[in-house]
C-alpha cells in the first residue's frame, strides 16, 4: 500500500493517470460515440472548429469528423504502443538477462548484437522495415518492436548482474537448484521494478514513433490515426491549422501522461533515489 | 599511440558494422512481397513476362542467394549503392547531392540542442525546487512528449503563416539570384526553423541528463572542500561541478545524433528541406527501395561518424578514458 500511496501523492503521476485513463475510455467507448466509424464523411470540407453543432472540431479536407477521427486514433495508439512495447520485452528481457547470468562468450554475443541494433538510426530502420513489409498494423507494431528493445536488454543485463552477485543467489546455487530455476525464480523478479518504469517510458515513445510513421503515410491505409490525421493536413496547414493542431495535442497529452506516470513509478519505487539521477 | 589505436579500433569494428548492414539490406529487398525483379519492373513502370525475365538475368537475380549477396555487397563495398529508376539516377549521385543540406540542418541541431540544454540544465539545478526550476522542468517535459514533426508543423504556422517572420519552406530563395554573404544569409534564415524544432526535443533530453548530472557530482566530497576553501559558488559550479557534470552528456548526446538523422526525414519532409531524409520521403511514395536502402545505409554510416567523433570528444575532456583502456 505504500507504493500507491508514494505514487498517488505525486501530482504529476496523478494528473498523467488522470489523462491516460480518460483517453483509455475514449478509445474504448469509441464505437459506442461514433458508431459510423472515423471515415464517414458527415458534412462539408473544411468547416471550421466551434461553429456546428455535433461537429465541435469541425470537419476535414473530406468532410469526415475531425473529432471521431480523434477518438479511434486513440485506439490505435493505445494498441501499437502496449502490443509493440510488450514485444520488445519479449526480445530484450531474454536476451538481456542470459547475458548478464550467464556472461563470458553469452555476454560478449549478446551484447554485440545489442549494440549494432543501437547503432542503427532507430527510426530510419522503422522506416525502412514499415516500407518493405508493407504498412500494416502488424508490421508497424513489429518494426516498432524491433527498433525499441535494446535498451531493455541492457538494463535487464545489468540488472542481473548486480542481483547475481547476492548472497541468496550463492545460497540457492547451494541448495542445488538448477540454473533456469535460479534466473527465472529468484534473480527476474528483482529486476521487476526497473522494467515496469521503462516499459511505461517505451508506450510513450512507440506511441510517438508510430504517429511519426503515420505522418509520413506508413501507416496502415485501412485505420485511422492521430499522425494519419496530421499528414493528410499537411499540405493545407495554411487554410486549415485544425486538421493538423487537434491530433498533435492528443499525442502530446497522451505521451506527456506515460512519461509523468513512468517518472511517478520510478519515484515511488525508488524513493531513496526520487527527484535524482534520472535521464 | 593510444588514440591512434583506439582510432584504428573503431574504424575497423565501424567497417563491419557497415558490413552487417549491407547483409540486412539484401535480406530486406528479398523479404519485400514479390522478388526483386518484380520491383524493379515496377519502378521502371512496365511488367511483362519476358520483361521480367530479362531483369532477372540481367541483376543475376537466376543465381543461387549466395552469389548475389557477395555481388550485393561488393556493390556497395565499390560504393555503387544500385539505380534509381524513379529519378534516372545512380543512387549515390542523388544521396551526395543532397547530404550537405542534411548535414548542415542535422549538425546545427545538435549544436542548438546540446548548448540550450547544458544551459538550462545549468539553470535548473543551480535553482533546485524553486520556480525557475520547475519552469524548465516542465517545458522539458513538454517537449519531450511532442512529435517532431507537429512542432515543425505549428512552428510553420506561428513564424512563418501568422507572424511572417522567417520562411517555413524551401533550403533558399529560389530566383533570388543571392550570391556570396547574401545567399549565406538567405539560408541561415531557412535555416532556423528546421534546425530549432529537430533540436527541441534532444535539447530536452541532454537538459533533463544536465540537470540530474549536475545535482549529482554536487553532492560529492571534492565539492565539499572547494566549498570549504571558500570559493565563490558560480565558480564552484562552472570549473568543479559543471566540467564532471557534463561527461555523462556528451557520451549521451553520441548516441542520440542517431536519432537526430532519423528526426531529419520528419523535419526535411515539413520544411521542405532538400536534404536525404526528404528523399526518403520522396522514394517511400515512389516503392523506390534502392533509394531508401541507401539512405539509411548512408545515415547508419553518418551515426557511426558521430560517435567516433564524440569518443575523441571525450578523451579530450576526461584523460583518464586513454590510461584505462
Known amino acids: ?279 | 599511440m593510444a588514440i591512434a589505436g583506439a582510432i584504428l579500433s573503431r574504424l575497423i569494428k565501424a567497417a563491419i558494422t557497415l558490413l552487417a548492414i549491407a547483409i540486412l539490406n539484401f535480406f530486406l529487398v528479398h523479404a519485400a512481397p514479390g522478388d526483386p525483379a518484380t520491383v524493379l519492373a515496377g519502378e521502371a513502370g512496365a511488367a511483362d513476362e519476358q520483361m521480367i525475365a530479362d531483369l532477372r538475368a540481367r541483376f543475376g537475380l537466376d543465381q543461387p542467394l549466395y552469389v548475389q549477396l557477395a555481388r550485393y555487397v561488393g556493390n556497395i563495398v565499390t560504393l555503387d549503392l544500385g539505380y534509381s529508376f524513379r529519378q534516372g539516377q545512380p543512387v549515390l549521385d542523388l544521396i551526395l547531392d543532397r547530404l550537405p543540406a542534411t548535414l548542415i540542418l542535422t549538425l546545427s541541431a545538435f549544436w542548438i540542442s546540446l548548448l540550450a540544454g547544458v544551459a538550462l540544465g545549468v539553470a535548473a539545478s543551480a535553482r533546485v525546487g524553486k520556480f525557475t526550476d520547475t519552469l524548465i522542468t516542465g517545458t522539458a517535459l513538454l517537449f519531450y512528449a511532442t512529435p517532431l514533426y507537429w512542432a515543425a508543423l505549428m512552428a510553420v504556422l506561428v513564424f512563418s503563416v501568422q507572424l511572417g517572420w522567417l520562411p517555413g519552406f524551401g533550403y533558399e530563395t529560389v530566383g533570388s539570384g543571392y550570391s556570396g554573404f547574401e545567399r549565406a544569409l538567405d539560408i541561415l534564415k531557412h535555416l532556423i526553423l528546421p534546425a530549432l524544432t529537430l533540436g527541441l526535443f534532444f535539447m530536452a533530453v541532454y537538459m533533463r541528463m544536465t540537470r540530474a548530472s549536475m545535482l549529482e557530482v554536487a553532492q560529492q566530497d571534492f565539492v565539499k572542500t572547494a566549498r570549504a576553501k571558500g570559493l565563490m559558488p558560480s565558480l564552484i559550479r562552472r570549473r568543479h561541478i559543471l566540467r564532471n557534470a557534463l561527461l555523462p552528456v556528451v557520451t549521451l548526446a553520441g548516441l542520440q545524433a542517431g536519432q537526430l538523422v532519423g528526426g531529419a526525414v520528419l523535419t526535411e519532409t515539413v520544411f521542405a528541406w532538400p536534404g536525404i531524409g526528404r528523399l526518403m520521403f520522396e522514394s517511400l511514395a515512389a516503392r523506390d527501395y534502392n533509394t531508401i536502402l541507401g539512405v539509411f545505409l548512408v545515415s547508419a554510416a553518418m551515426v557511426i561518424v558521430f560517435n567516433i567523433l564524440t569518443d575523441l570528444v571525450y578523451r579530450l575532456i576526461d584523460p583518464r578514458i586513454g590510461h584505462k583502456a
Open chain 1, 1 to 279: 500500500m505504500t507504493l500507491w500511496k508514494r505514487f498517488i501523492t505525486n501530482r504529476g503521476a496523478l494528473l498523467g493517470l488522470a489523462i491516460l485513463i480518460a483517453v483509455i475510455l475514449v478509445a474504448l467507448l469509441a464505437p459506442v460515440l461514433y458508431p459510423r466509424g472515423p471515415w464517414a464523411m458527415v458534412q462539408r470540407p473544411f468547416l471550421v472548429p466551434f461553429t456546428t453543432d455535433g461537429l465541435p472540431l469541425g470537419t476535414d479536407t473530406l468532410g469526415r469528423d475531425v473529432l471521431a477521427g480523434l477518438v479511434y486514433g486513440a485506439r490505435v495508439s493505445l494498441l501499437v504502443g502496449l502490443v509493440s512495447t510488450v514485444m520488445a520485452l519479449l526480445i530484450g528481457v531474454p536476451l538481456g538477462a542470459l547475458a548478464g547470468f550467464y556472461g563470458k562468450w553469452v555476454d560478449e554475443g549478446a551484447m554485440r548484437f545489442t549494440e549494432f541494433f543501437q547503432t542503427i538510426p532507430n527510426f530510419a530502420l522503422a522506416i525502412v522495415l514499415v516500407a518493405i513489409l508493407e504498412p500494416t498494423l502488424t508490421s508497424i507494431t513489429i518494426a516498432i518492436a524491433i527498433v525499441s528493445w535494446p535498451p531493455v536488454a541492457r538494463l535487464v543485463r545489468a540488472e542481473v548482474m548486480s542481483v547475481t552477485k547476492r548472497e541468496y543467489v550463492d545460497a540457492a546455487r547451494l541448495a542445488g537448484l538448477s540454473n533456469m530455476h535460479i534466473l527465472i525464480r529468484q534473480v527476474l523478479p528483482n529486476t521487476v521494478s526497473p522494467i515496469i518504469v521503462m516499459a511505461s517510458l517505451m508506450v510513450a515513445t512507440a506511441i510517438l514513433l508510430e504517429s511519426s510513421l503515420s505522418f509520413l503515410g506508413l501507416g496502415d491505409p485501412n485505420i485511422m490515426s492521430w499522425g494519419f490525421q496530421i499528414g493528410a493536413a499537411r499540405t493545407v496547414i495554411r487554410s486549415a491549422w485544425w486538421l493538423s493542431f487537434f491530433p498533435g495535442v492528443a499525442i502530446v497529452l497522451t505521451v506527456l501522461a506515460l512519461n509523468l506516470i513512468g517518472e511517478g513509478l520510478n519515484d515511488a519505487l525508488n524513493p531513496h533515489l526520487a527527484r535524482k539521477g534520472r535521464s
